[in-house]
């Protein structure tokens, strides 16, 4: 089962930052959080993860508690091509042998 | 670098056949998983192999599906006998060797299975 809970949806006005919520309250000090997105139809997507850092690449920011409790991924200005299903997940630092488990993710929808 | 190749990227068959669906992952990545996405549900884990091996296949029906990665070829996911309840998007991810891993799986475009 899934280690994550996010909203199933929101809405983001085109060229606005997205923030997208995140909370993984029982993960542990070896467990990375990983955001991954799924555009319809295409295969889910890699985007950003982190340990207890902020972290920043070319997509995205992500923002991490300092408890690490939560997270926030942040798309700085989004895009209709940003409209998708984005997913959080808590996995440990090695994860062999673990499987990545999705949740159902939150539907972001960027509006123009 | 070519990314995760899956093919083929749509399969029709009906009821009572066979389907086999191919996964070519990325060059250097000795690790794949295999994801299962109904229409309009989430992803649900099915199978993780490394070469020769399987990891974990705990969400793997336990009847007519099976999976394998050879030592020399593509990942196949076999599903014997495919009911209609089969039909889905089928998804491939492959990651590096553990030592060289920075935890990402990359997914390929996905195989379509509708059944008759």
């Known amino acids: 089962d899934a280690k994550t809970t996010q909203p199933p949806s929101m809405d983001c006005a085109e060229g606005r930052a997205a923030n997208l919520p995140c909370n993984h309250s029982?993960?542990?000090?070896?467990?990375?959080v990983y955001w991954y997105r799924q555009i319809h139809s295409q295969g889910p997507q890699y985007i950003i993860h982190g340990l207890k850092n902020n972290e920043t690449n070319e997509m995205a920011s992500l923002i991490i508690t300092e408890d690490r409790k939560s997270s926030t991924l942040i798309l700085p200005h989004a895009t209709l091509r940003d409209t998708a299903v984005y997913y959080c997940?808590?996995?440990?630092?090695?994860?062999?042998?673990?499987?990545?488990?999705f949740g159902p993710g939150t539907r972001l929808s960027v509006l123009p | 670098n070519a990314g995760v190749m899956q093919n083929p990227r749509h399969l029709v068959r009906r009821r009572g056949q066979e389907a086999r669906l191919r996964c070519s992952p990325m060059k250097g990545h000795s690790h794949v998983y295999w994801y299962r996405q109904l229409p309009e549900e989430g992803l649900k884990f099915m199978v993780y192999?490394?070469?020769?091996?399987?990891?974990?296949e705990s969400g793997m029906p336990k009847e007519r599906f099976s999976a394998e990665f050879p030592k020399e070829g593509p990942s196949i996911l076999r599903i014997q006998q495919v009911v209609r309840g089969d039909s889905a998007a089928y998804f491939c991810?492959?990651?590096?060797?553990?030592?060289?891993?920075?935890?990402?799986?990359?997914f390929g475009e996905g195989s379509r299975l509708t059944v008759l």
């Open positions: 991810a492959s990651s590096p060797p553990r030592q060289l891993r920075s935890g990402e799986l990359f």
């Open positions: 192999l490394q070469k020769e091996n399987i990891i974990d």
């Open positions: 029982t993960i542990s000090g070896n467990e990375y």
């Open positions: 997940i808590v996995i440990s630092r090695d994860n062999y042998g673990q499987n990545f488990v």
